[in-house]
């Protein structure tokens, strides 16, 4: 889906796209006639050796900047690196940045894209905002969602991931800690944190600790069309802000919205305020 997204923005600017890895095409979409252990499509070696001819070479994430400078020394090729592209700023940087090495202006579609996550982003904040947020995610997913989500005015209250990089400095937190899903449990636990975000694995910490849980990275094995979502651009930042602000309404209406067996007074509560007047 995220692949799928960033080459239909960079062919809306007359740009010709080469992936690597390509997982675009390669997840979904064809069945063999007979098994095969590996995926079927994904980019050629052919096409992968003519990368070092492309006019840029545009890093998606902070891990693939030695990537870039790797194609920069052995070809020539100028890089430019985006860390994030889930929120609003991010992603008017990258669509600024394809208008000017295009030579096109931005297309409408986008500015009403634009247009709506800001929309979103005004709705959300007031149920987002002020949550103590738990996610578990590798550094460059972590970075850019926790940062999209504090942008809303969420509290990075725990966060856990699986190897050092130069990124987490910049994560809105006190400390990310390397470690694994039980470490996220406990940290979330003594941190009284009422949002979590990590693979599918984390769906039985999220039932132990009754919070809200966002499935985000891999693997995501429980449930179907995990492939085609979304969360990068314009319109992918709108629908994570959406399905994520929807899980903590759902939330608040199943757990925490007041009902006759929360607001009735009982013989008690009525006797003691009796006995205060």
Known sequence: GDIEEVRTILEDFGLEPSFLPDLGGSLDGHIPDEFTPTTIGGIGVEEVATMGQAAWTIAIGAQMQRAAEAMEKKAGTPFKVFERLCGLGPNDAFISFLSEISGRPVPLKYRRQRGQLVD?????HFHVGGRKLAIGAEPDLLFDLSSMLHE???????????????VLARVETDDVLIGDLEDLETLAKARGCDLLVTHSHGRQAAERLHIPFYRAGMPMFDRLGAGHQLSVGY????DTIFH???????DHEENHEPTPDTWRITDDAAGHAAATH
């Open 244 to 250: 994520i602000s929807n899980l903590i309404i759902a």
């Open 120 to 124: 979103a982003m005004l709705d959300a």
């Open 152 to 166: 809303l005015g969420a509290h990075v209250t725990a966060a856990v991931t699986t190897t050092q990089s130069p």
């Open 235 to 238: 319109r992918g930042t709108r």
